[in-house]
């Protein structure tokens, strides 16, 4: 899966939003609006290709105010539809550039 796939399913209005990422937008206060856009012009920062049942990916991009935004979506290739697992401003805790997890210690 490429970034491209997540793009064209997005534009083409063939997304799947999972009650865990309509619970999660919400509670960190996101709009989907939002959060597409930080796909539009975002970058996967990392692959899941052995996820069930479909492949899926984490996201980084940053919102219309430039918050940073991590968002893991699934592919279905044959029906060429997305599913957003789920969304979360992601914890600079744990994570370097927003792009790199943090060893953990």
């Known amino acids: 899966m490429d970034i491209d796939d997540l793009l064209s399913a997005i534009l083409g209005n063939r997304i799947r939003i999972t009650d865990h990422a309509d619970s999660e937008a919400a509670a960190d ?7 597409y856009f930080s796909v539009l012009h975002g970058e996967i920062i990392e692959q899941y290709p ?21 968002s893991v979506w699934a592919y ?3 029906t060429e539809w997305t599913v957003i697992i789920t ?3 992601p914890d600079p805790d744990r994570w370097i550039n927003w792009r790199q997890r ?3 210690i």
């Open 29 to 35: 206060g996101l709009s989907f609006d939002e959060i």
């Open 50 to 70: 052995e996820d069930k049942p479909y492949p899926s990916c984490l996201v980084y991009g940053d919102t219309f105010a430039g918050d940073q935004v991590h």
């Open 76 to 78: 279905n290739r044959e």
């Open 87 to 89: 969304v979360y401003r």
């Open 102 to 104: 943090r060893p953990r």
